[in-house]
């Protein structure tokens, strides 16, 4: 059984694999080299030992969009209900996308998108938000109860979604109940949208079978196509956010979706932002114990073994340049390695530099609610805990401000 370390003075000497050297040790030295050959190399790493692999699969999409009302939000916002049902022989998944954007912009709306933990109806009070029916989790103090929400889950989580501050601030926000697309429970890859899965055929899934991180990752993507075909949206500037494992998931699907114009990570832990190899907080064997369907079974044998992984968290990062990247910390939630997420996103560096970028330039973690950015990156590490708070998000929309100007 793994023993959690929360002492800095205990982690292991390590080493970060190398990011611009390639495979057969070939130095990457341009952004073309970098696009052409060594991102891609990564990619497939990060798909055959820890993610997963998207087996191909052929679906169709259909859209049904619901109008709410909502006296709250008369006269500066429309909110809907998007339905998006994807179907194949093997069966049908809707996932449901709570769509508010901000009325009298004059132009195309930059968005906000991200999955939610307990159910649309928990982002925002509005009464016509439709429950989620599928697996939540959380306790009575959400109003869930044996991994349902009830009536009592309206509104539970707004504050982690500031609405009325992401609407004046000129930014629309899209919200998908997580479980709408996989539920977070070991299944066995059986439900949500691997039930669409080929390999589902298999009575086993293969090792490098996509995990439940994948799974959402690929779930914010068809909300993208989505998104890009909504008039009222501008496809350029869409940003995909998430915290905690939804932060893990709005990582994976900012690397493999360049789409998405900009990537924020709240808090996102081992298998996001954070160093595996610090082996502190969360490590990778406590992840994989506690839940072992978010990362294929390759990812497995990396329990207690992170020097062998030929990928970390910095790569991760790295696979999102030249677009523009933001990790936000708690000093307080250790768990998720505040340091070891700091230390990934400057690992990052050299790739952005490769496309001329500024980067991050001190080593050393900067004090707790100082923000920093330079070039195409950000961070900070807020007083408090485990959460995405308010504060949080003035920093992510001002950096959303820099990053993602109006055409």
């Given at each position: ?33 970098w696009e052409n050959q060594r991102r ?210 709005a990582l994976w699907a900012g690397a ?152």
């Amino acid at each position: 059984m793994y023993a959690q370390n929360y002492d800095e003075s205990n982690i292991p000497d390590y080493a970060v694999p190398e990011i611009l050297t390639d495979r057969n040790g070939q130095k990457i030295e341009t952004a073309g080299q970098w696009e052409n050959q060594r991102r891609q190399e990564l990619l497939e790493i990060f798909e055959e030992q820890m993610y997963g692999k998207v087996p191909e699969f052929e679906y169709h999409a259909t859209y049904r969009s619901k109008s709410l009302s909502s006296p709250e939000l008369s006269g500066k916002a429309t909110q809907e209900e998007v339905t998006i049902t994807l179907s194949n022989e093997r069966g049908q998944v809707d996932i449901n996308m709570l769509l508010t954007l901000p009325l009298n912009t004059g132009a195309k709306v930059p968005v906000f998108l991200g999955l939610n933990f307990q159910g649309n109806q928990a982002t925002h009070p509005n009464p016509e938000i439709a429950i989620t029916g599928n697996y939540v989790i959380g306790g009575d103090q959400l109003g869930v109860r044996d991994n349902k929400a009830t009536e009592q889950s309206r509104g539970a989580r707004i504050s982690r979604w500031p609405l009325d501050l992401i609407l004046k601030s000129g930014y629309g926000l899209a919200t998908i109940h997580c479980g709408d697309i996989d539920p977070d429970f070991d299944d066995g890859f059986k439900n949500g949208v691997h039930s669409l899965s080929p390999d589902m055929l298999n009575t086993v899934a293969p090792a490098d079978h996509w995990g439940t991180i994948a799974a959402w990752a690929w779930g914010l993507s068809r909300a993208m196509d989505y998104l890009s075909a909504d008039d009222r949206v501008d496809p350029d500037r869409v940003a995909v956010i998430g915290h905690s494992r939804l932060g893990k998931a709005a990582l994976w699907a900012g690397a493999i979706d360049e789409r998405f114009a900009l990537v924020i990570s709240n808090d996102s832990g081992c298998g996001g932002a954070a160093l595996s190899r610090r082996r502190i907080g969360e490590t990778v064997e406590a992840i994989n114990t506690s839940f072992p369907h978010w990362f294929c079974k390759n990812f497995h044998q990396y329990n207690g073994n992170e020097d062998d992984l030929p990928i970390d968290q910095h790569m991760l990062i790295a696979l999102i340049a030249p677009r523009p990247v933001y990790v936000g910390s708690a000093q307080e939630d250790q768990w998720a390695d505040p340091k070891g997420e700091y230390t990934s996103i400057f690992l990052a560096g050299p790739v952005f530099k490769l496309y001329g970028f500024q980067t991050l330039e001190e080593a050393e973690q900067p004090p707790t609610d100082h923000p920093v950015s330079l070039g195409k990156q950000g961070y900070h590490m807020r007083s408090g805990g485990h959460d995405m708070t308010e504060y949080d998000w003035q920093q992510y929309i001002r950096f959303a401000h820099q990053q993602l100007p109006a055409h």
